[in-house]
Nanobody, 124 residues
Framework: QVQLVESGGGLVQAGGSLRLSCAAS????????MTWFRQAPGKERDFVAT????????YYADSVKGRFTVSRDNAENMVYLQMNSLKPEDTAVYYCAAKRPGVRSDDASGMAYWGKGTLVTVSS
């Protein structure tokens, strides 16, 4: 069992930066690929970024590539999402999730555990 708690959201002007954190509890945290999703009002939950258990491989949605960076610290049971050059269209609730072992897809249905999310609002 893994519990996930996101933090770091808030209101920022376009062009600004935020760093989201995801604190995980549970001794098996380090075996999970961790993924960030976001959900804007009235829209589906979309993939943002993922990082493998070792931290050696990261993948990003095209919409955030070059602006967002995902990282993790397995010793501290933490996952981070550094968001730079923020745009109004990045406004959403951001969720971290632990992917089910053996699942290849980054679809939301493949996640085993979810946090409750943190709201990011980017003003123009």
């Amino acid at each position: 069992q893994v519990q996930l708690v996101e933090s770091g959201g808030g209101l920022v002007q376009a062009g600004g930066s935020l760093r989201l954190s995801c604190a995980a509890s549970g001794r098996t945290f380090s075996i999970y690929t961790m993924t960030w999703f976001r959900q804007a009002p009235g829209k589906e939950r979309d993939f943002v970024a993922t990082i493998t258990w070792s931290g050696d491989n990261m993948y990003y949605a095209d919409s955030v590539k070059g602006r967002f960076t995902v990282s993790r610290d397995n010793a501290e049971n933490m996952v981070y999402l550094q968001m730079n050059s923020l745009k109004p269209e990045d406004t959403a609730v951001y969720y971290c999730a632990a992917k089910r072992p053996g699942v290849r897809s980054d679809d939301a249905s493949g996640m085993a555990y979810w946090g409750k999310g943190t709201l990011v609002t980017v003003s123009s």
